[in-house]
């Protein structure tokens, strides 16, 4: 009986996965384009009304924020360094000079700043609630951009690799639903079954 019982335990399992790998999109590459076949498609590319798998899952794809998070390590993104003040209630940013929306103008910390207060405006929707930590942002000048924080910061600037977080370009802030542009990939085409995301060659990083 105990045999039999833990058949079907490993049953249910493998059932499960089946089903969850059915569920997730599933990606198929082919030289500078990736075909993702899904079960739906995502229900916005806006980060700040997201709140589905498919829709972080493309905006994960399609845009870039300050830092990356890759193996719990946070790597440059449209920041290239930070620092971190010794009280830790504020972080500087820098950004690359060479971030760059998807039509090749440069991405600037005012983009950022623009992009976070469109969220905060508006009514029905809103950044990520880790956000709460941030006490106010600003643009020092075209490539640096300042946030403070209501208490220290600690281990917690993870929250600027978060897709929540990733800018908007300025044609993109102004509609009701707004597409990320910042990351490696673009949408060529899409249907309810497929969509082809096409090489960005002006992301920052698109050599790797």
Not at 78 to 86: D, I, S
Request: hydrophobic share 40%; glycine share 4%.
């Amino acid at each position: 009986m105990k045999y039999f019982s833990f058949k079907k335990i490993i049953f249910a399992l493998v059932l499960t996965l089946y089903f969850v790998f059915l569920l997730l999109p599933n990606q198929l590459v082919c030289g500078k384009t990736i075909t993702i076949n899904v079960s739906k498609p995502p229900m916005t590319l806006d980060p700040h009304y997201a709140n589905d798998t498919y829709s972080w899952f493309f905006i994960r794809h399609l845009g870039e924020g300050l830092l990356r998070s890759d193996n719990h390590k946070l790597i440059p993104g449209c920041a290239k360094k930070w620092e971190v003040m010794p009280d830790g209630l504020s972080v500087f940013f820098h950004l690359n000079s060479d971030a760059k929306w998807q039509n090749g103008e440069p991405i600037k910390s005012d983009d950022f700043v623009k992009t976070w207060r469109r969220a905060l405006d508006l009514e029905d929707a809103s950044l990520i609630p880790e956000f709460n930590i941030v006490k106010g942002f600003e643009a020092i000048d075209h490539s640096t951009l300042k946030v403070e924080f209501k208490y220290p910061i600690g281990d917690l600037l993870d929250v600027f690799a978060s897709p929540g977080l990733y800018p908007l370009p300025e044609e993109e802030r102004n509609k009701t639903r707004a597409s990320v542009q910042s990351g490696p990939y673009s949408v060529e085409d899409s249907s309810m079954k497929f969509w082809d995301l096409i090489k960005n060659n002006e992301f920052w990083n698109a050599n790797n």
